[in-house]
């Protein structure tokens, strides 16, 4: 009998390639293993479950363990592979107790996803500091803001969250004040979340404006929106330290010690890859696996896929990692069909994102950094224009902020950025096809955009940056 399809992470890829695979192949086995209880749940619903956007946290769940059973998959969770052997075509699995078991594989998908990573903050330990990349996290975090007395735990209804963990935060008094290191999208997430409970946020960053990736534009936007409910934002601001003995008492900001009950970490992350260490494995940006248009490793008949891997971008055609939910689904789903012997590319990448600060959405495409732009090989020129979000005398229009950004020389769009309170952030997704068309900013112009005063200007802010832009191409 043919060796077992082997997925190893029971998230967003590896259950979209098990389930995948299992439809395409039904008479092959697929085994996946997962090293904690968590599975198949939604890492960017997290800050709207601590704001209490979202009721329960079941709610945050797409698959239940007796449903992916229900799909003929075995899966086996509390079990960690911790090391591949490529050429005897086996992995080592450890149990919860520390006992090790061979596990042989026909195909293997390595779906780690990543970590959070806390730079030089050693948030272990200590009491009121925390990270936000798992659901434990957000249980915790979401029991630490409550008053004790008035904590419902009946929020926390999944059989998988720490309840030690739950419980220990829950008991603590609630905090006053908070401090959110770092300005990308878990910091500006998490920001509106713990304000919304009623915690005074403060929140650091290290650059000149919030959401660095997505552009100036976006940035100050997004800081005027928080500063306009009540969160303090600190630029050009980095963080050296977290202080306390047992329980956070303060940051220290360039020396300068800020009070606080409350921190939490959000300065990027890192793919969890120590699983192919000593293999010899090529990785890519970011230390993630590289592979080609089907999820294809260096290894033979080993795949990656989502937060641990890398794809194409784009624009530049080149490796690039860009750990996002969509693109660690859509590239699970191609594997499953590849390895079940119907070939499906993953799909290029072009860092196509969207986050919102209370009222005001922003939302990202493509390449944004003229640096980026010309260590591509680009000669780029922007605008930045605004323009309605409607007609103006319809009720609800909004001023709406369009940056685009181009390469002079053959006029193709190579990104852009919207922000605005009003529909702002789905308008990326026309951007995000004009990218993956290749179109240039003259095409992108004459494009047939929908207009109905309740929906749209005329010229739709899309249109009017595309008009402009091109004038200065010209010019």
């Known amino acids: 009998m043919t060796d077992p399809f082997v997925v190893v992470g029971a998230d967003a890829a590896g259950l979209s390639a098990a389930s995948k695979f299992r439809r395409e192949a039904p008479d092959r086995e697929v085994v996946v293993f997962e090293k904690g209880r968590w599975i198949s749940y939604a890492y960017c619903g997290m800050p709207y479950f601590i704001a209490r956007y979202v009721d329960h946290m079941s709610d945050l769940l797409s698959l239940s363990p007796s449903e992916v059973d229900e799909r003929g998959i075995d899966l ?30 026909g195909d293997l998908l390595v779906a780690t996803g990543a970590r959070a990573d806390s730079g030089p903050f ?35 209804d999944v059989s998988a969250v720490d309840r030690d963990r739950v419980e220990r935060n829950a008991a603590m008094p609630a905090p006053e004040t908070a401090a959110v290191v770092g300005g990308g999208y878990v910091g500006v997430e998490v920001a509106e979340a713990l304000s919304e409970r009623g915690v005074d946020v403060r929140v ?13 534009a976006v940035g100050n ?19 050296e330290a977290l202080v306390g003995d047992e329980r956070i008492e303060a940051i220290d900001v360039g020396g300068d010690r800020v009070p606080v009950d409350m921190a939490v970490v959000g300065v990027g992350i890192r793919p969890n890859t120590e699983l192919l260490d000593g293999t010899g494995v090529d990785l890519g940006p970011g230390g ?7 999820g294809r490793t260096s290894l033979p008949d ?18 690039d990692w860009m750990p996002l939910g969509l693109t660690a689904n859509r590239a699970g789903r191609a594997i499953g069909a590849t390895v079940a012997g119907d070939p499906a590319p993953v799909g290029d990448i072009a860092g196509t994102a969207a986050v919102k600060a209370f009222d005001t959405e922003g939302a990202r495409v493509g390449i944004l950094d003229p640096e980026a ?17 409607r007609s103006g005398y319809y009720p609800g229009a909004a001023e709406t902020e369009v940056t685009l950004v181009a390469d002079r020389d053959t006029g193709r769009l190579l990104g852009g950025s919207v922000v605005g309170t009003d529909r702002a952030a789905i308008r990326i997704d026309t951007l995000a096809t004009a990218i993956e068309a290749d179109m240039t900013v003259p095409e992108v112009e004459r494009l047939d955009l929908a207009y109905a005063p309740p929906f749209s200007p005329v010229w739709d802010p899309i249109l009017v940056a595309a008009k402009v832009l091109n004038g200065k191409i010209e010019d």
């Open 288 to 294: 993630a696996v590289r592979v080609d248009d089907h």
């Open 302 to 319: 080993v795949y990656a896929a989502g937060d641990c891997a890398t794809a194409r971008h784009a624009v530049t055609g080149e490796p």
């Open 76 to 105: 086996r969770r509390g079990r960690e592979v911790v090391a591949v052997d490529p050429d005897a075509k086996r992995v080592t699995v450890e149990t919860a107790d520390g006992d090790r078991v061979e596990q042989a594989y």
């Open 221 to 239: 936007r997004v800081e005027t929106a928080l500063e306009a409910e009540g969160v303090s934002v600190r630029t050009d601001a980095p963080v």
């Open 373 to 389: 732009a010309e260590a591509a090989g680009f000669d780029p020129v922007s605008e930045t224009v605004t323009a309605g979000s």
């Open 122 to 156: 050693d948030v272990r330990g200590l009491d009121g500091a925390f990270t936000l990349h798992d659901m434990d996290a957000a249980a915790a975090i979401d029991a630490y803001v409550a008053d004790p007395d008035d904590y419902d735990s009946d929020r926390v």
């Open 204 to 216: 650091f960053h290290r650059s000149g404006h919030l959401l660095s990736p997505f552009g100036e």
